[in-house]
C-alpha cells in the first residue's frame, strides 16, 4: 500500500516562489541575447516600438500603415548622423552603453517632480527599448533597458548600433528610420539630407509625433541653430 504523498512544506514552497520567476527572467533574457545575436548582420525588422505604435494607430485607423525602409549606413547622410549624436548622444563613441552622469541627473529631476519624466538615455539604451519594450516610464523597464543596452554593446559594434537605431527610430507618427523621415519631410532620400535638415529631423527624436504635427515652433527652431554648431565635432562611429 502507497504512503500518502506529503504536503510540500513551507520551505519548498518558498523555493519554488523564487525558483520560477529567476528562471523565467533568466529565460527572457537568453530571448534578447538571441535576437541580438542575430541582429549583427540580418536586419530586424518590424520592432516592438513600431508593433505597439501600430496597434495604436489602428484603433483610430484600421488602415494605418508603418512607413520604413532599411537603409545600410553609407546610404545615411553623415550631416544626420552628426547631427543625431550631437543632439542625443554627444558621448556615443566613448561610452560602454550607458551614460551614468546622464542618468544620475534624470533621476534627480525626476526625484524632484515625483514622477519618471527623464530617462537619461543614450542612443544604445532607445535602441533597446525600440527592439524590445515598450514607451512606458518605469524604473523596472529602465533596469531592463540597461540589461538590454550591455547586451548590444557586446555583441555589436558601435557603427551596427548606431546603424540599426538611425533605421528604426521613430520619426513621425508612423514614419520610422531615416529614409522614411527624410522622404516624408523633405522628399529626398536620407543620403542627400542637408545640414539643417537633419539638425531638424534630430532634434525631433525626443517627441516626434508632435513635431511632426508642429513643424514650426519656437523651441524647434532654435534647438535647431543650437544642433547646427555641434555636429561638426560630432564623433562618428
Do not use: C
Not at 519624466?117 to 533596469?143: C, D, M
Not at 508612423?174 to 516624408?184: D, M, Q, V
Amino acid at each position: 500500500m502507497k504512503k500518502a504523498r506529503k504536503p510540500l512544506g513551507r520551505w519548498s514552497f518558498v523555493k519554488w516562489l523564487f525558483i520560477v520567476p529567476i528562471a523565467l527572467f533568466i529565460a527572457v533574457q537568453l530571448y534578447f541575447l538571441a535576437q541580438i545575436w542575430w541582429w549583427r548582420d540580418h536586419e530586424p525588422g518590424m520592432t516592438a516600438f513600431m508593433r505597439q505604435q501600430l496597434s495604436v494607430m489602428q484603433e483610430k485607423n484600421p488602415d494605418a500603415k508603418i512607413v520604413q525602409k532599411w537603409v545600410p549606413y553609407e546610404r545615411i547622410s553623415n550631416n544626420l548622423k552628426r547631427a543625431v549624436i550631437a543632439s542625443e548622444d554627444a558621448n556615443f563613441s566613448d561610452h560602454d552603453g550607458v551614460d551614468w552622469e546622464a542618468l544620475e541627473k534624470a533621476y534627480e529631476r525626476n526625484e524632484k517632480r515625483k514622477k519618471v519624466t527623464h530617462g537619461g538615455s543614450t542612443i544604445t539604451q532607445q535602441l533597446a527599448k525600440n527592439l524590445f519594450l515598450s514607451g512606458s516610464r518605469s524604473y523596472l523597464r529602465k533596469g531592463q533597458e540597461l540589461i538590454i543596452a550591455y547586451m548590444l554593446e557586446t555583441l555589436m559594434d558601435k557603427r551596427r548600433i548606431f546603424e540599426i537605431y538611425l533605421n528604426v527610430v521613430e520619426f513621425g507618427r508612423g514614419i520610422y528610420g531615416a529614409e522614411a523621415a527624410a522622404r516624408h519631410y523633405y522628399k529626398v532620400p536620407a543620403a542627400k539630407l542637408g545640414a539643417a535638415q537633419a539638425a531638424r529631423l534630430a532634434v525631433m527624436l525626443p517627441n516626434p509625433r508632435y513635431y511632426d504635427a508642429h513643424r514650426d515652433t519656437r523651441y524647434l527652431n532654435r534647438r535647431t541653430q543650437i544642433i547646427l554648431r555641434r555636429m561638426n565635432s560630432a564623433e562618428l562611429p
